[in-house]
DNA sequence: TATGAATGAGACTTCATTCAT
DNA sequence: TATGAATGAAGTCTCATTCAT
């Protein structure tokens, strides 16, 4: 994810100094975003000098691609693990989407950095996304198999579901500052979600054959 | 949506500077995003003096205010237009996500810019999503009414589907720097659209309750 | 000489400022050197805000190349006034020689400059020497058609009476910090150049043959 | 010429550790001069860690002099053992400028280091070229006494042609980064320094009387 | 001896904004 | 209105040197 692979600290006081930098930055991204945040700001709030931090990153993109990989892999394994826990595909997507909004309450800086990145480092923020998506998509493919869920196309479902995710998420989290999204709010999502996912029984239209996105055609 | 009024231009001289700034102003904004964009570049792309700049507006987030706000205003119209155009809520609904993708195509601006504001001027990124989903939400709203849809709860289901509009056209005409989004991803999206909100007979699953956000966030 | 034209002052102002500034530079790269030179010490000896510099020149660089030329020019300048007021061609050599050693008891800048253009500005400095040979060549290779001077080969004989030159001025005028050269140093390496040049006939030793250098290098 | 002498390793690891720095270090001043060096490069060259360098030397100028002392000890040995091999004094001259080219080509290091010595370490320079100049004006003050050369003053003399012979070197060694002199530019030079220094029987002018310099510089 | 993390002064540069013309 | 010179705070980064291990 990271183009040049963290330098290893040689030292155990190096490490110390490193990890305290990295959860410095973490804070002082999450709150003032990438452009306000200074490496002098950084390196305060961590409690080392100024030119330390140039011990240990080679500038502010780098320590701030080294985050943005953080909490990218951290809220990925969230969801899976939350998601895996559960048999039933619907099921899942609950855990999934709760899982997510959870971590979201919880660390607000994933939101707004990778809302930053893409002027400043768009691998980071594509990498981010196409890593969820990956494995979101991997999932409904599956399921998709197994007859749960209605022959969406995989990817474009696990790209729009995952957008719907994240504005609600901003709306009801993050502007709200609240804790957790309002319970209602999660139903009414979920509503959204299932009736996109869920097999039915169509009142018109054939039910959709079809597998990859290409030779998908879906009517209407 | 922007704190003071814009400025009236007092001579014609004066307004078709102020034009020119602010044309300037989306390109620059558009292709470095907020921060990498000077009052310099601006004024040299404009073709007048550095201090002209102050005579037509008191700073860099006033002239970027602007900025959002016209393209918010301008993407809105389009999707307006498009989806009034259509009787039926499935047409209209293809329809609006069909200038909503044309208008991202044709000005990444607006993309680009808004993921930027929330540092920025938070105030014009919340007016702007706000008022799509005002518009968009109503319609809903109607349409449930009319029983065209299932009883969703309208403002979620608004901002989900706007949040799925947006990952998808980031996903496929941004990054792809596409000049329009591949007619397969439409359809797939629309697919999932169409079964979150269409009318259905569910085999199974237990049907949600409608959700009690309404109160929330008055739809309309 | 410089790469880029200077910018142009657009306004009086500007152009005094403009004029202070270079004038203040040549002083601080003459006392601390170039690299100890810094654009806050020069900005302070020409009494104008640290940002202002910019406005002028576009680094350090940019305005010691301007300096090096300035002063190249000067001297150059000095030397052919010099020499060119005396018709023999001795006389001329005596002239420019003196106004060298002149110059640089008023300009040690020019010395101290040059001998660190190397590494800093290896054009500027190239330059420096390569314009001065251009005249003092074109001065020797006509005396030596007119049969003033032995038939040496004129490029290389500039070259090296310029290093003379240059070192001697190095050790009795900048070491010692004189306010000119002294008399019998001067009168001893006239002596050193007459030998070189004039015409003699020699008692002993091989008559070496002309140099053939002559063909290779067009003596002007 | 070092005011501090070199310590002496204590130990054989040491001795090599130190050797390395010091290799590397005049490595990486010729490469990129003493500003743009940095003990980091050296110690990275020297292939050992940053701290171990503060175990042989006390800072940077103090390697750097004893990096000049080193450069400018080996090119008088080889300037000297090359004439000294020689009995006639215009050959004795021709194989000290031969052997001064020759050194310069193979370690270019010498010609850079030097002129940014001017700022850096003054002493070093001065040391430098005034023991050049001893050992090149008791050479020719002896052939004076010979009466193999005209009554030139030595001292005068000697920093002349030294003063010639860096020119030339610089023109046609460093510049075209050649690997030695071209034959036509050395037999243009001895020519020139041949007329400076021959014994000859002037057709015209005065004959200089024999310079009065012999206070400031005691010839043998 | 050797190591490498830590330090902090100081350099260069940018840029939003002011102001006299 | 328009101009462009002037300002100076703030930011990033370098690097010689110290020090604990």
Do not use: C
């Amino acid at each position: 994810m990271t183009a040049t692979a963290p330098r290893p600290a040689r030292t155990p006081r190096g490490a110390r100094t490193r990890a305290r930098l990295l959860e410095a930055a973490e804070h002082v991204f999450e709150t003032v975003g990438y452009h306000e945040a200074s490496i002098v700001k950084i390196t305060e709030e961590a409690g080392v000098a100024l030119g330390t931090f140039y011990v240990h990153f080679s500038g502010k993109k780098e320590i701030f691609d080294e985050v943005v990989g953080d909490l990218s892999h951290r809220v990925r394994q969230a969801m899976s693990e939350a998601s895996s826990a559960v048999p039933d595909r619907i099921g899942a997507e609950r855990a999934g989407f709760r899982a997510f909004f959870r971590f979201t309450a919880e660390h607000p800086a994933l939101y707004r950095i990778i809302r930053q990145a893409e002027f400043v480092s768009p691998e980071a923020m594509q990498a981010h996304y196409a890593n969820i998506v990956d494995g979101y998509a991997a999932g409904l493919a599956a399921a998709r198999g197994r007859g749960d869920i209605r022959p969406v196309d995989p990817t474009v479902a696990a790209w729009a579901l995952m957008g719907a995710g994240e504005l609600i998420g901003m709306r009801w989290i993050l502007w709200e500052q609240a804790a957790d999204i309002p319970e209602d709010v999660y139903e009414a999502l979920m509503d959204v979600v299932q009736g996109a996912l869920a097999p039915t029984t169509r009142t018109a239209g054939p039910s959709l054959p079809s597998a990859t996105t290409t030779d998908t055609r879906p009517d209407l």
